[in-house]
């Protein structure tokens, strides 16, 4: 990922980059969950495990920033997102809510 563009990222969203050398995640931290913003596994990785793999150290790092859930989300409308949906469901996400053109899901996590 572009060095520059996970600098703005941080500096005006309060982000952060989580990267691999087959995808990224974008994660967030709320009031009360950590956000997973965004998450992208390259094409020739995908239906490898890559994004549940992706999926376990945005959970691990909710822990240990002291969260007891993630939240996620899927637009629709974007290119992909019943790929995306499907593999949040697939790895424990459960529906939340859905505002727009956004549907957010939820995973509680362990603490400790």
Do not use: H, W
Request: charged fraction near 25%; glycine fraction near 8%.
């Amino acid at each position: 990922m572009n060095k520059m563009y996970v600098e703005y990222l941080k500096e005006r969203e309060g982000a952060e980059v989580l990267e691999l050398p087959e995808g990224f995640a974008v994660i967030k931290q709320l009031p009360d969950c950590l956000y997973l913003q965004d998450i992208y596994v390259k094409p020739e990785f995908r239906k490898t495990g890559i994004g549940r793999s992706m999926l376990e150290v945005v959970e691990q790092s909710a822990k240990n920033l002291g969260y007891s859930k993630v939240l996620g989300s899927c637009s629709p409308l974007a290119s992909g997102s019943t790929g995306s949906l499907k593999a949040m469901l697939a790895c424990g996400f459960e529906l939340s809510s859905c505002e727009k053109d956004l549907i957010f899901l939820v995973k509680k996590v362990q603490n400790g």
